[in-house]
């Protein structure tokens, strides 16, 4: 089992930059596959990024690509996700979930851990 924990979020105007953070501990990190989500107000979860075990992989969802990077630091059992040129509707909770299947996963379903999420707000 892994426990993660995120960290980086806040507020920013619209065109800013964040980078979140996620730890982790327990389980081996470097032997999980890892993915960011987020969750705005009365939304579903939708599929941020997504990195394999390596990092040799990553994977993003079209609303995000180009804008935003995921990567890892499996020495320090770290995954990030940095994001540039942020919008409005890029407010949301962001969460960091790791599984353990060694591809890149967009179902939060394949996710079996889950961070509780930063929020993220970018002022218009």
């Known amino acids: 089992q892994v426990q993660l924990v995120e960290s980086g979020g806040g507020l920013v105007q619209a065109g800013g930059s964040l980078r979140l953070s996620c730890s982790a501990s327990g389980r081996t990190f470097s032997t999980y596959a890892m993915g960011w989500f987020r969750q705005a107000p009365g939304k579903e979860r939708e599929f941020v990024a997504s990195?394999?075990?390596?990092?040799?992989?990553?994977y993003y969802a079209d609303s995000v690509k180009g804008r935003v990077t995921i990567s890892r630091d499996n020495a320090n059992d770290t995954v990030y996700l940095q994001m540039n040129s942020l919008k409005p509707e890029d407010t949301a909770v962001y969460y960091c979930a790791a599984q353990s299947v060694p591809d890149v996963r967009t179902s939060q379903y394949a996710y079996p851990y889950w961070g509780q999420g930063t929020q993220v707000t970018v002022s218009s």
């Open positions: 990195i394999t075990w390596s990092g040799g992989t990553t």
